[in-house]
């Protein structure tokens, strides 16, 4: 039988990993982990793969990419709802996006709300949804004819340069920023997004012999105050952050605020508390964004640092600069960005290596700063390079809830929900509806948890998670059908309340089952056998 080179070399890796799990030096996989993609609307990247007006088409690619996540194990999409200036959704503040419709500003026909069904299908498949916004581009080229008259291009100019072969809006305005401000309430207003994310675009990335055009607002708000422009410009992206993230929680507390910023903050030879890395870029240095000061001062919740480099690479190595990031997480969540978009393709011999990505998973696992990975993005994972997919089933085989969020106070279901499981053509049917105090306002999900044997086991150990409900679900009732059920076995179920900062509420009462003559029966035990003979 012949075998694929990536696919044997993944099995041996799969073994020696399952070596070291049952040796105790590592373990299975986390109950809780971030496990994101980032789906790219931009030039049509990923979604919609072709613009057009109409709305079954739309939904049904949704549907259909979804399910694919969903079957990869991902339990959170990163969606880019304002790539440049415009917007996936009915905006104040924005045109309809070109590459949605085809054409800026002419919505979808007949017109509905494709952010609001993308959220919600994503909801109902039990994953999060975060919002993907470009705050400061304005367009991917110079052809002004292609916008709308709505868009900032026109109808705020004065706030518009012009760098490269793209258009931006002036981060040193302070009427921009109140701008974003309003665009990003907006969102959080009408949607039930889980997060707002920002990636590494605040400032442009430098272009050779070519200054930011920013000379006369340095001029006019900073230099008075800032003898270097850097420091006027990195004080202008920080009031920006601070800005949104009071902005955020002041509407939704609930709502979480993450950057993915460049990989590396400051190489060690500009700075000693910069990585041990050669980088030719730095977020720090040339985006201006000061990223680690924000975690500090908790304006965000979390951070994905773009760390695309593979492991050893002698410039930027991805474990020194893992390990970096997850020594300056102060109280927020540290995931890792990896670059699905090199594996394969990239010129560094590393990217060719089939186990690439699975190593890094691992690398990343073993830190227990570490919560979670993203993967960049959806068209190159699904496009499965070194059977990308294939990795992805294994370390992702079993469910993970996302991560707790430990600076959020909610309250917890007091009390568990009821629980039946019914015998459904010899499968497991599980039943289950809130308590009676929680029917107003159900909990943001379910956790169904199922043991071989008749006993209530370890709820962290992942094995043991086999379902996630709907996340917001607006359903009244709850069932799965469990079919993984050997004749003769017993099992038992039990579920658990979760809230929107993933904390779970007490454990139901349990359900104990057997399989006998093809059927689930309840399962009774030898104790209660002899009580019931007694009786008679």
């Known amino acids: 039988m012949k075998i694929k080179l990536g696919v044997f070399i993944l099995l041996l890796s799969m073994l020696f990993e399952n070596s070291f799990a049952q040796s105790g030096k590592t373990g299975d996989a986390p109950k809780h982990e971030f496990r994101g993609v980032w789906v790219a609307t931009v030039n049509n990247l990923d979604y919609p793969s072709k613009s057009t007006p109409w709305p079954t088409a739309h939904k049904e690619e949704w549907k259909n990419l979804i399910s694919k996540y969903k079957e990869l194990g991902f339990n959170a999409v990163i969606f880019q709802i304002r790539p440049a200036g415009d917007a996936f959704y009915p905006s104040e503040f924005a045109p309809w996006s070109r590459y949605l419709t085809g054409k800026q500003d002419l919505p979808p026909k007949p017109e509905y709300d494709p952010l609001a069904f993308i959220i919600e299908e994503t909801h109902r498949q039990g994953m999060e ?75 442009p990335y430098p272009i050779a012999n070519e200054a930011f055009p920013d000379s006369l607002t340095y001029k006019y708000y900073g230099a008075a105050t800032h003898k270097d422009i850097g420091n006027w410009r990195r004080q202008n992206i920080d009031e920006f952050v601070e800005l949104i993230s009071t902005t955020i929680k002041a509407i939704k507390p609930e709502v979480q605020f993450g950057i993915s910023p460049f990989g590396v903050w400051r190489n060690k030879d500009k700075d000693p508390a910069g990585s041990d890395s050669r980088a030719s870029v730095s977020s720090y240095d040339d985006l201006y964004a000061d990223v680690v000061k924000w975690l500090r001062l908790e304006w965000i919740d979390y951070v994905v640092p773009q760390i695309y ?21 102060y109280n927020g969540k540290v995931y890792i960005g990896h670059a699905a978009y090199k594996i394969g393709q990239d010129a560094q011999p590393g990217w060719q290596e089939p186990d690439q990505m699975a190593r890094q998973i691992r690398l990343t ?99 043991n998670l086999i379902h996630l409900s709907s996340f917001a679900t607006k359903d009244k009732k709850y069932a799965i059908l469990d079919k993984r059920i050997e004749e003769g076995e017993t099992y038992t179920y039990a579920i658990t309340a979760v809230n929107r900062a993933n904390s779970e509420g007490r454990i139901s009462e349990a359900v104990t089952i057997q399989r006998k003559n093809g059927r689930i029966v309840k399962y009774k035990s030898q104790a209660a056998k002899a009580r019931k003979r007694k009786k008679k």
Do not use: C
């Not at 916004?133 to 706030?159: E, G, K, T, V």
């Not at 920023?177 to 990636?199: C, G, S, T």
């Open 365 to 463: 696992r073993r830190n227990r700063r570490i919560d979670g990975s993203v993967f960049f993005r959806s068209g190159s994972v699904l496009a499965d390079p070194k059977n990308l997919k294939d990795t992805l089933r294994y370390y992702y085989a079993n469910l993970a809830l996302p991560p707790k969020n430990e600076n959020l106070s909610l309250p917890i279901q007091a009390e568990p929900a009821q629980v039946k499981v019914k015998n459904k053509r010899g499968d497991a049917q599980i039943r289950w509806k809130p308590n009676k105090n929680d029917v107003a306002k159900p909990p943001h999900y379910y956790a169904v948890y199922r043991f071989k044997g008749t006993t209530v086991r370890d709820l962290e150990e992942a094995t």
């Open 129 to 203: 949804f975060h919002a993907w916004m470009n705050p400061f581009r304005l367009s991917m080229d110079l052809d002004s004819s292609q916008l709308s008259i709505r868009h900032a291009f026109y109808q705020h100019r004065n706030w518009v340069v012009r760098y490269g072969k793209r258009y931006y809006l002036n981060p040193g305005l302070p009427e921009v920023r109140n701008h974003l401000r309003d665009v990003v309430a907006e969102v959080v207003q009408k949607y039930d997004v889980d997060a707002i994310h920002f990636d590494d675009y605040f400032y």
């Open 309 to 329: 480099w593979n492991i050893g690479y002698e410039v930027a190595d991805y474990n020194k600069l893992v390990n970096w990031w997850s020594q300056h997480q």
